[in-house]
Every structure is written in structure tokens, then in C-alpha cells.
């Protein structure tokens, strides 16, 4: 299976998901399309989940994301809670700036509606805004 | 049109930190963004407030391209919209305004409304639910937008509509940040 690499934009995260079971997306989450942006990634776990590595981590990094981005980031959550139904090795790591409450607040929030720990890792960020 | 607007309200707000008013797509919304981004940190306010403040902008400005109307015959200033950012009684304060249908007016009223009857919990607690439904449209968030702006804003959000004409209206809203 191959990684799924996608640049950052002005609006959109880098993305780089890896077949090894590291599973990165990272920077500013502010598609106009939602669905567009995402639904390759579903695509692309959704094959994965068929022959995962032993271990895989869902770490998100972000700096801001919109609300129309959170359905598919739970989406993709959900997908990990699926992996360790089945028996598979799973976490999902939500970071986040030390002083960001709020984005603490939403890893949180997310962790509250799924099956799977959201595992919140304080950081110093770059060029947090 | 919307320069009339602009003045009217930049009269209003004092210590204007931010202020576009004219078209609006995604490369303009990142703009404003860094740009507010950049200000706020200059005039050294506190992160919290920072974050607050930037997704009031940006889940303001999303719902203008998701929900304003797209009609040639309204001028060619469909997406024409302003943003300002400043202080209003003393608070930081998010001012966004766009054209609206007048057709569209009741729905958007009695959503606001009903947030603006939300307790903080409540909003909470409906955010989740919203989120948690799966029936998302490929575009824009299900009405999560405005909750958040509820949300960040501690719920302290004024709205306004003015007819333009027949058709179409102003609308406009005023979310505060409190320190």
C-alpha cells in the first residue's frame, strides 16, 4: 500500500499517512469543501484497516480547523475505535500548545463521542497563533 | 454599497483593529485570518482571546460563502461582505456582515434565536450532538458554525437585519470576546 502525502496550503493540512501505522495530519484544517478534502484519507484507512500494521497512531497537530473539518476528523477517529474493536493495536494522539485551552477543550470533546482514548499531548507549538 | 456599511459601523466600533469590506473567497478569508492574527498578537492580547476571536472570523466568513446568494442580478455584489474586528463597550469584539436573501431571513432568525436561549451547557452539549449526528452536507457544517460563534463568544451575540430592497436584506452580527 502506498502513503498518502498531501502538501499544506494556505487552508489546507499536511497530510502524510503512512502504511506503517503512523498516520499524521497537521496545520490549519479550513477546506471550503469538507468532503473533498477528507474523503481520501477515509478512502485510504479504509483500505489500511484491511492489512494494518501492529501498531497505528492517529496524531492530529492543529493550529486551527473549522467546524465543517470536525465530522470528518471524528469520522477518522472513529475509524481507529474500529481498528481496536477488532482486536488491532490503536491511539489517537490530539496535540496541543500548552497555553491552548481551546484546542485541548476540543480534542476533548472529540474523545467524549468516540470508543477510542484521545490521547492529549501538551507541546510548545510553532508559530502558534 | 457595502463601503456605506463599512463607514456606519466603523463609526461604531471604536479601536478598529481589522476592517475589509468587499469580496469574499477562500484566499481572502486566509487573509483576513493572518491578517487579525498578526494584529491581535501585535497589540499583545491574550492567546485564549486570540483563538476565540480567529474562529468567530473564520466561521463567520465560511458561513457568508456557504449561505450568501449567488444571483447576478443583485449587482454583481452577491459576496460582497465586511469584517471588522475591534472593540465595542469596551470588549473585543468580531462584526460580520453580508447580503442576504429576504426569503432567507425567518430560518436564520429563528435559528439565533434559539441559540441566543441556549445556556452555555446547552450550546455545549447541542454542539456534540450536532457533531455526533453524521449528517453532515459535503459544504459547511450543519449549523455547527454557529454554535461555535455562541461558544467562543460566551454567547454575547447581537444581530441585525436591514432591507435593501424587496429581495434582499443586510445582515449583520456582533460577536464579544470578553477578557
Not at chain 1, 481507529?80 to 490503536?90: D, I, P, R, S, T
Not at chain 2, 460580520?96 to 432568525?109: C, E, Q, S
Not at chain 2, 453532515?136 to 454575547?156: H, Q
Request: hydrophobic share 40%; proline share 3%.
Amino acid at each position: 500500500m502506498e502513503k498518502l502525502l498531501i502538501e499544506p496550503t494556505n487552508i489546507t493540512p499536511q497530510v502524510a499517512f503512512d502504511p506503517n501505522g503512523q498516520l499524521e495530519i497537521s496545520g490549519l484544517s479550513l477546506p471550503e469543501d469538507s468532503y473533498e478534502f477528507y474523503n481520501p484519507m477515509l478512502a485510504w484507512v479504509t483500505t489500511y484497516a484491511k492489512s494494518p500494521a501492529a501498531k497505528t497512531e492517529l496524531i492530529f497537530k492543529f493550529e486551527y480547523f473549522n467546524t465543517s473539518s470536525t465530522s470528518y476528523i471524528l469520522k477518522l477517529i472513529k475509524e481507529m475505535a474500529k481498528l481496536l474493536n477488532e482486536g488491532h493495536q490503536a491511539t489517537v494522539s490530539w496535540y496541543h500548545d500548552y497555553d491552548d485551552d481551546d484546542m485541548s477543550e476540543a480534542g476533548k470533546g472529540l474523545g467524549s463521542l468516540t470508543t477510542i482514548p484521545v490521547n492529549l499531548i501538551g507541546y510548545k507549538a510553532k508559530n502558534i497563533y | 454599497m457595502i463601503g456605506s456599511y463599512r463607514k456606519h459601523k466603523e463609526i461604531q466600533i471604536e479601536d478598529v483593529i481589522v476592517s475589509y469590506a468587499g469580496a469574499l473567497n477562500m484566499d481572502i478569508v486566509s487573509s483576513v485570518m493572518n491578517l487579525s492574527e498578526v494584529t491581535l498578537l501585535a497589540q499583545a492580547i491574550k492567546l485564549k482571546q486570540r483563538k476565540s476571536l480567529i474562529n468567530i472570523v473564520i466561521e463567520g466568513l465560511q458561513n457568508v460563502l456557504h449561505h450568501t446568494i449567488e444571483d447576478s442580478n443583485f449587482n454583481g455584489q452577491h459576496r460582497d461582505c465586511l469584517v471588522m474586528i475591534g472593540k465595542e463597550d469596551a470588549h473585543l469584539c468580531v462584526y460580520i456582515g453580508n447580503y442576504i436573501k429576504a426569503t432567507h431571513i425567518p430560518i436564520l432568525r429563528q435559528k439565533l434565536e434559539s441559540l441566543q436561549a441556549m445556556t452555555s451547557e446547552e450550546l455545549h452539549r447541542y454542539y456534540l450532538e450536532t457533531l455526533d449526528k453524521d449528517t453532515f452536507p459535503t459544504k459547511g457544517g450543519a449549523g455547527l458554525g454557529w454554535i461555535r460563534i455562541f461558544l467562543d463568544s460566551n454567547r454575547a451575540v447581537s444581530y441585525h437585519f436591514e432591507k435593501v430592497n424587496e429581495q434582499y436584506s443586510f445582515f449583520g452580527f456582533t460577536a464579544k470576546v470578553l477578557g
